[in-house]
């Protein structure tokens, strides 16, 4: 009995001296995740920061702070009726959200440093990128036997599958991407979105007979499934036939028949996403994220974010129920207050109106660095632009994106980045980035 006591006793302090060493090593002050006080005072700053602008531009939304820096809650007015109901609980929708700061700033600034198109390049250098992803961007791919013939596979994408990004960070200065929302209808500001340098549209949406309210200019147009499906509609909604076409989901054989017989002479590309969760299913965030990396601004029109508004008709045609419609007001709000957008609405109408208590670029800065520490991301607080990398590979020679005839900002990035090229990798490879580097 006594050897047991002391059996279990022993057991017991080891445990503890374990987790002591844990702790312990945890907080090693020469560990590159050690948050400093530096650290908290930036994600402080941007909290409250964060706070003052949601309580002062959420047009009734509320921010709420508590000790933990990375986190704050939306909240909507008490006296809000939520309308939209979870079809699987039957549960209507709640009326705070819960964001992650940390995770937002970090996320973000990854997206507006790489490339979200799908590349051939990204899939070679993807460890059996063909087998393991490049079969799932392709309708029915699981046919496909996880590309064994990979020449199926490859003439299945090759349509939209080119080399190297065509575009890159900052290509574009200020662009707006136009949702769908009904609201556009209430104010007559085509001609400020014809003056955007590049114009993001959604799905189906029509131009012709809408000018007034939605303006002209059309560069790119991010497409869903069904979408997508209708290719050959989509490309007549733009009378220049330069829009560029953007897929979210995957390729399929009529797309492809399409894209050659009618024959469709847009570029048509698939975009490769980053994961944001759930917030993240909408056409529209895609958009978003889509104008984020590649302009130096974006403003968003369009899309459903003042309050009281429950119809949820879009501006060409009848109410259609969209999803989550609080939770990404809230989002979008959330964007708005970490200076990543900004949102033009009804009641937001004044078109050079400031969006007040922005973090400004030293606060973003420090606590986009304070994050990744937090999150304990790869290449956590290091100034080498490929310390995120996880994964890296060499370009071959002579298949560099071109930068001839781009902005000055967009050089300067590709200068910044020593000519490399990064990719967002999926969520649960830790965050870190797929990079390919010049062969120089
Ligand atoms: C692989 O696909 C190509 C293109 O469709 C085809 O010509 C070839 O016969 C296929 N190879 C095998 C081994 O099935
Ligand atoms: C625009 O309006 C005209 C006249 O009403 C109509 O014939 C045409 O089909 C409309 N175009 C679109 C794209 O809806
Ligand atoms: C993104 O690129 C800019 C330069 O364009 C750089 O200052 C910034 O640190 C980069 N961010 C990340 C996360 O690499």
Excluded at 336 to 346: A, R, T
Aim: charged share 25%; aromatic share 8%.
């Amino acid at each position: 009995m006594r050897i047991l006591q002391l059996g279990l006793l022993v057991a017991l302090a080891s445990s503890v001296a374990a987790i002591l060493i844990y702790i312990v090593g945890l907080s090693n002050p020469y560990d590159r995740f050690t948050v400093t006080d530096d650290d908290r005072s930036a994600l402080r700053a941007l909290q409250s920061g964060f706070k003052k602008c949601v309580d002062a531009k959420g047009l009734g939304l509320q921010a709420l702070i508590s000790q933990d820096y990375c986190h704050v809650t939306i909240q909507y007015p008490r006296d809000t009726v939520p309308k939209w109901r979870d079809p699987k609980t039957g549960e209507l929708e709640g009326l705070s959200f819960d964001f992650n700061l940390c995770e937002a700033v970090a996320t973000w600034e990854q997206v507006r440093n790489s490339s979200s198109i799908l590349t051939k390049e990204f899939i070679d250098a993807l460890p059996n990128g063909w087998e393991e992803y490049a079969w799932r961007r392709i309708n029915k791919g699981i046919q496909l036997d996880r590309c064994k013939n990979r020449t199926l596979c490859m003439e299945k994408l090759s349509l939209v599958l080119p080399e190297t990004p065509p575009f890159v960070p900052k290509q574009f200065g200020r662009c707006a991407v136009v949702g769908n929302s009904g609201d556009l209808l209430k104010t007559n500001i085509g001609k400020e979105i014809d003056g955007y340098d590049a114009v993001v549209r959604e799905n189906g949406a029509p131009i012709q007979n809408y000018t007034k309210y939605v303006g002209r200019k059309s560069t790119f147009r991010l497409l869903n499934r069904g979408s997508a499906k209708a290719l050959d509609k989509v490309v007549e909604l733009d009378e220049t036939k330069r829009e560029v076409l953007i897929i979210k989901t995957t390729i399929h054989d009529i797309m492809n028949k399409m894209i050659r017989e009618v024959p469709i002479g847009n570029q048509v590309y698939l975009m490769l996403g980053a994961s944001f969760g759930s917030s993240a299913k909408g056409t529209g965030l895609k958009a978003l994220e889509f104008a984020l990396s590649i302009c130096d601004t974006v403003d968003m029109y369009g899309f459903t974010v003042d309050p009281g508004y429950k119809e949820w008709t879009r501006y060409f045609s009848e109410s259609r129920l969209g999803h989550t419609p609080l939770h990404g007001r809230a989002y979008y709000q959330m964007m708005e207050c970490l200076g990543l957008v900004k949102i033009h609405s009804p009641m937001r109408a004044d078109f050079s109106r400031v969006v007040n208590w922005l973090p400004s670029e030293s606060i973003l800065n420090a606590a986009r660095t304070a994050s990744e520490k937090v999150l304990r991301r790869i290449g956590a607080g290091m100034d080498d632009p490929l310390s995120a990398c996880s994964i890296i590979k060499k370009r071959s020679t002579g298949k560099s994106p071109s930068i001839s005839g781009l902005r000055e900002a967009a050089i300067n990035h590709q200068r910044y980045m020593n000519g490399a090229t990064t990719y967002p990798l999926e969520k649960n490879t830790g965050n870190g980035m797929l990079c390919i580097v010049p062969d120089i």
